[in-house]
């Protein structure tokens, strides 16, 4: 995205928050004010500026788009603590936001540890989720596996293990986190963002959520039964793709499209087809 359209996107959303048990929760806004809810939720390291150019294509096409802010990260509350980052919070964080705009179901799309809190979502409220839509972030049957029996992502989560540590907020930098942001314009905004967040809530999400050693392979019986479109790019070298193996047997209506080109953040490195695929793949029951 060009600098002017940065700065025309930074102009025309709206920003609100909606407060979840105390916390409260930022969220900019773009789009047709009565269209269809779309939830969108970042993972890590990221804000909700992560979703600019899939908010322009998809509120010009009709659709209300609402990004978030983690707990923990730039203009959303900022809790001290893991055990405010509990999964539980996590997911009431996303369910106060579709409440906090007036409706009683959304679309939720999601990337990364938005996608681990969007699984969550579906799972245990799926009356409030119309569609899913998840971006590198295998089911939690597919991921929990992997790491039971796979050598090669259990290497590749050790980086999880690091963030665990009690100290591990003290060896990072907000300049360092936005180190992956290819845009030199948006790199900017990435790093005031980051200097704007917590550190140590970064962190809390792994510490309180991310599986530990000896790892346990999971069972999760319930079947979801919305549509979910699964977007996973292939060079992703945190979450392979092997745990994207039998996502089939867990969802009534999948759709999974893998990008071979992209990294882990699909949502950037592939923007112009993640959008083009979600907008396709959303509008196919109109």
């Known amino acids: ?17 909606a407060d979840s048990n105390g916390v409260k929760i930022h969220y900019a806004t773009y789009g047709k004010q009565d269209g269809p809810l779309i939830v969108m939720v970042h993972g890590f390291p990221d804000f909700w500026y992560t979703w600019r150019d899939q908010m322009q294509v998809l509120g010009d096409a009709g659709y209300r788009c609402v990004a978030m802010d983690l707990r923990g990260y730039n203009l959303s509350g ?29 679309i939720v799309m999601a990337h990364d540890w938005g996608g681990a809190i969007a699984w969550q979502v579906a799972l245990n409220a799926p009356q409030m989720v119309e569609k899913l839509v998840i971006l590198n972030l295998p089911h939690p049957n597919g991921l929990s596996r992997e790491l039971a029996n796979n050598p090669d992502q259990q290497k590749a989560s050790e980086y999880a293990r690091r963030f665990q540590e009690p100290d591990s907020h003290t060896k990072l930098s907000a300049a360092a986190l936005a180190g992956w ?28 959520n991310y599986p530990r050693q000896p790892y346990q392979q999971g ?35 999948l759709t999974l499209v893998t990008i ?22 959303l509008g196919r029951d109109k």
């Open 1 to 17: 995205m060009t600098p002017l359209l940065l700065l025309l996107l930074s102009i025309q959303v709206q920003h609100s928050t």
């Open 219 to 253: 069972n999760e019986t319930r079947k979801l039964t919305m549509p979910v479109l699964l977007i996973h790019g292939l060079k992703d070298t945190a979450l392979l793709a092997p745990a994207l193996n039998g996502t089939w047997n867990w969802i009534d209506d």
């Open 181 to 208: 942001v290819k845009d030199p314009e948006a790199k900017k905004l990435y790093v005031e963002a980051f200097e704007r967040s917590s550190l140590a809530g970064m962190m809390a999400f792994y510490q309180r």
């Open 78 to 106: 900022q809790p001290t603590g893991a055990e405010n980052y509990d999964m539980r919070l996590l997911v009431g964080d996303v369910l106060n936001v579709i409440k906090a705009n007036g409706r009683e179901k959304a």
């Open 260 to 281: 071979p080109e992209a990294s882990h953040f699909v949502q950037q490195d592939a923007t112009e087809k993640v959008s083009r695929t979600v907008k396709s793949w």
